[in-house]
Nanobody
Framework: VQLQASGGGLVQAGGSLRLSCAAS????????MGWFRQAPRKEREFVAA????????YYADSVKGRFTISRDFAKNTVYLQMNSLKPEDTAIYYC?????????????????WGQGTQVTVSS
């Protein structure tokens, strides 16, 4: 599967952005999907994930209540709605896909990665 992330940009603290990740190739519904982010000089970290069925979602504590992951099976796209953004949310955001369907908060569980989209939150 090929993944193409988009929707990043520059936003003021308290603002919102919606990231999109379009998937092409094999059947989208076969994959659990995740979002990760990497800030300068930091390791890539888990943000949110959704199971292949769409029934289960998982969030990092740092974004719980502010970010929402969703997926549109008809459009083969997964979204990350980010509200109440903070300067510490500044990072490159990556979408990822996995057929393993377990440990979705672990980046090593994912076989496929998109190219990343930059999110910058100004104070």
């Amino acid at each position: 599967v090929q993944l193409q992330a988009s929707g990043g940009g520059l936003v003021q603290a308290g603002g919102s952005l919606r990231l999109s990740c379009a998937a092409s190739g094999r059947t989208f519904s076969s994959y659990s999907m995740g979002w990760f982010r990497q800030a300068p000089r930091k390791e890539r970290e888990f943000v949110a994930a959704m199971s292949w069925s769409g029934y289960s979602t998982y969030y990092a504590d740092s974004v719980k209540g502010r970010f929402t992951i969703s997926r549109d099976f008809a459009k083969n796209t997964v979204y990350l709605q980010m509200n109440s953004l903070k300067p510490e949310d500044t990072a490159i955001y990556y979408c990822a896909a996995t057929e393993t369907h377990c440990r979705l908060d672990d980046l090593t569980s994912y076989e496929y990665w998109g190219q990343g989209t930059q999110v910058t939150v100004s104070s």
